[in-house]
């Protein structure tokens, strides 16, 4: 940008306050040919005075080297120089000046030349930031924290930089001399002082002498790329060349933007304590009218603001005692009355604007002015309704099972102290034991086990008379405590106990309990001793039914997994049916054979613990559910374990994954630890699976299925079982 300024016009640099500029003009001979006031002043002297002398005059002896010097540096090179020295003031006494120069030539080639100076008496420091030497740029403002800088504006670009910057944004005086503006501030700060220029730059051409300084706060991009608040204060100035120069100091102010923003946050953060703090509050004029309540108050009565504003506290919040129903005493009217503060009592609560009670305690505390005077009443509510609640379900679980709502052993222990009087006998003790709860927990999980607790627990409570203390004893016994109760009484109880449960199934599985019964007649027995008996009792009916129930819940899984899943039926068939002609073809007895067509039946029972939509997927499994499928041995190991008679066919159906090379599931089995019908199964399985349509899986011939078998000897197939399955099920001659 050019821009023209009468000669005459002289500028007025700042560093914290104004400092006075002066100009002064010379030939080639060194005569000062104009000098304006400011100059004189500085000089203690009059411009006529000062016009025509040579300059040496009024320069220091010890410091005319430096100024030769530089003036002649400033002949060789046209460029500016800026320098410190010393002048000779009319009365004699020494004037600190640092000066900047500038050569213009005439029309002969001869350069006049310009100088501009300021007293560096009483901030030396901060004015050595008009140009920079290379010998004096090390030390301007060393000891101020601010960057101090000088912006060329006809030049575009910098021309000083004070050391700071190095300190502040991580570049070194050089470097930074490198940059543009731009480049050393973030896109909206340098919009900012772009707007700012475009804006004021006419002001300082009309008129210079007026000085103006202009404050802003901007981010400034460090050397790292991290960006830092900045305060820059700047103005506007003429060099002696008259080209527009912006000072400027830079300060840093990320730590007070930091604090501006905490106290922000702070504010904010009371005001929401107040808005949307949890406990109601409710303020009040000298006169008991609501004049504030914040969200927590409303929603607590169930007014809107506007419901109660203007309103009497006692007409719209009605305090009572929940236990006794009276009215409490309004706590606002006492503390305007008493002018102390109100705590309310235990069992306090309010009624709500539907009618509604809530548990809740509050205080009342006044509101003083500066006089002591009160102005109003604050009212703190908190809803303990929850709380209640609360205390109300530990009170509960203390004495009830949380899984039924039946009693439990504790209250049990509790209260049959206190019912074992003579005035009840006789006293009849039903124990019973869910059938098969293990079992269930361990194939359909444990949320099918706690049903199966919550129905059985269910048809109990219902079975027994208001009177009789049911009781969870533990995690499958239930205690039935029947006073007043003879044992044939006790024994049609416990019929019409079983008989709900007949007919009722968890996953097809029947729901079933095994119970024991005995009976206090003499109020000499002991209570304990009855327990025990009906115990015994109990473990005694389990342990005959327990072979019965395994046998009937197997059969029931095998019916259910079969019925839901058809292909799995003709899976099992025709994997029993190759299981029975290897076991034949390898000369194993005839009982053995039966069992492993049993085996060969079952080996995959497991899978009806498995959840369906994983076993149907069309695509492949993700790693969890590989994962899932891979239980489907151990559960049918567990399943068929539930009868004492097939336990070798669990073991069987457990280790038909195994491999004879060590590299199986679940156990990692050594071939010579894998049960034979389980090694039978594996081949009879996989041969069945290559081999017969599926909706996912691409079918094999049979000699493509025997290539593969015969691939897999040694390493998961056992070898000479492989073979008679080959050769003497399959009847596969290799052509000779």
């Not at 305690?361 to 703190?380: H, L, W």
């Not at 205390?391 to 709502?405: N, W």
């Not at 199986?664 to 349509?693: L, R």
Request: hydrophobic share 35%; aromatic share 8%.
């Amino acid at each position: 940008m050019n821009c023209f300024i009468d000669e005459q016009s002289t500028a007025c640099f700042d560093l914290n306050d104004l400092i006075p500029v002066g100009h002064i003009t010379m030939d080639p001979q060194g005569i000062i040919v104009e000098v304006d006031m400011v100059a004189a002043h500085l000089i203690g002297s009059h411009c006529d005075t000062l016009v025509n002398m040579p300059i040496a005059k009024i320069i220091s002896f010890e410091d005319l080297d430096i100024f030769y010097h530089h003036l002649w540096k400033l002949y060789e090179t046209g460029n500016f120089h800026c320098f410190e020295l010393c002048m000779i003031k009319s009365d004699g006494t020494n004037l600190f000046i640092f000066m900047q120069a500038a050569a213009a030539p005439d029309s002969v080639g001869a350069s006049t030349v310009h100088i501009s100076f300021f007293e560096t008496n009483t901030q030396k420091e901060a004015l050595r930031v008009l140009r920079a030497s290379e010998e004096k740029n090390r030390i301007i403002a060393e000891n101020n924290p601010d960057i101090i800088w000088i912006y060329n504006m006809n030049q575009k670009r910098y021309i000083f930089f004070s050391s700071q910057i190095q300190n502040l944004l991580g570049y070194t005086v050089e470097e930074a001399l490198t940059l543009s503006m731009e480049s050393l501030m973030t896109p909206d700060s340098y919009t900012i002082l772009s707007e700012q220029f475009s804006k004021t730059l006419g002001h300082f051409v009309i008129d210079p002498e007026t000085p103006r300084k202009y404050v802003n706060e901007i981010k400034q991009t460090c050397k790292n790329g991290k960006n830092i608040w900045v305060e820059v204060v700047t103005q506007y100035q003429f060099n002696p060349l008259h080209e527009i120069e912006v000072f400027g100091t830079t300060r840093k102010i990320t730590e007070q933007k930091e604090a501006e923003y905490k106290l922000m946050k702070e504010r904010e953060l009371v005001r929401n304590m107040l808005l949307f703090l949890p406990s109601g509050i409710i303020l009040t004029d000298d006169l008991g009218i609501v004049t504030f309540v914040n969200s927590a108050a409303e929603h607590l009565s169930g007014y809107g603001i506007n419901e109660v504003n203007g309103k009497e506290y006692d007409k719209i919040f009605e305090s009572f005692n929940l236990l006794t129903k009276e009215k409490q005493p309004n706590p606002v009217r006492y503390v305007l009355e008493t002018g102390k503060c109100f705590s309310s009592v235990q069992n306090s609560g309010l009624i709500r604007k539907d009618g509604t009670e809530i548990h809740c305690e509050y205080t009342a505390s006044p509101i003083p002015a500066n006089d002591g005077k009160i102005t109003g009443v604050v009212v703190a509510v908190r809803d303990l309704t929850k709380e209640y609640e609360l205390e109300t379900e530990i009170a509960f679980s203390d004495c009830h099972d949380i899984l039924t709502g039946l009693f439990n052993r504790r209250f049990w222990d509790q209260e049959i102290k206190r019912m074992d009087t003579a005035d009840d006998l006789p006293i009849s003790i039903i124990m019973g034991d869910i059938n098969s709860l293990k079992q269930v927990n361990d194939v359909f999980g444990r949320e099918k086990g706690d049903e199966l607790i919550i129905r059985i627990a269910g048809i109990i409570e219902s079975s027994c008379r208001p009177e009789d203390l049911v009781t969870r004893w533990g995690g499958d016994e239930f205690m039935i405590f029947l006073p007043k109760t003879s044992v044939s009484e006790a024994g049609r109880i416990m019929e019409r106990i079983l008989a709900n449960c007949s007919g009722t199934q968890i996953n097809a599985i029947p729901v079933g309990i095994a119970f024991g019964m005995d009976t206090k007649t003499e109020a000499s027995e002991i209570l304990s001793d009855v327990i025990r008996k009906a115990e015994d009792s109990m473990y005694i009916v389990k342990a005959k039914e327990y072979e019965r129930n395994g046998t009937e819940i197997i059969d029931t899984i095998a019916h259910r997994h079969f019925e839901n899943d058809p292909y799995e039926k003709q899976h099992a068939k025709r994997v029993s049916t190759l299981c029975t002609k290897i076991a034949q073809a390898i000369g194993l007895p005839e009982k053995e054979v039966e069992k492993i067509s049993m085996e060969g039946l079952l080996h995959d029972i497991g899978k009806a613990g498995i959840n369906k939509t994983i076993l149907q997927k069309p695509g492949s499994l993700t790693q969890e559910e590989r994962k899932a499928v891979s239980l489907h041995s151990e559960i049918g190991y567990k399943i068929v374990g539930l009868s004492q008679n097939m336990i070798d066919i669990g073991n069987a159906i457990r280790a038909h994954h195994e491999r004879v090379d060590g590299k199986g599931y679940p156990n990692g089995m050594q071939s010579t630890d894998i049960p034979v019908g389980a090694k039978i199964i594996s081949i009879a399985d996989s041969y069945d699976t290559m081999t017969c349509q599926t909706l996912y899986r691409k079918i094999m011939s049979k000699d493509e299925a025997i290539v593969e078998i015969r691939r897999n000897e040694g390493t998961q197939f056992d070898p000479e079982i492989a073979e008679a399955f080959i050769e003497k099920v399959l009847q596969f001659r290799v052509p000779g």
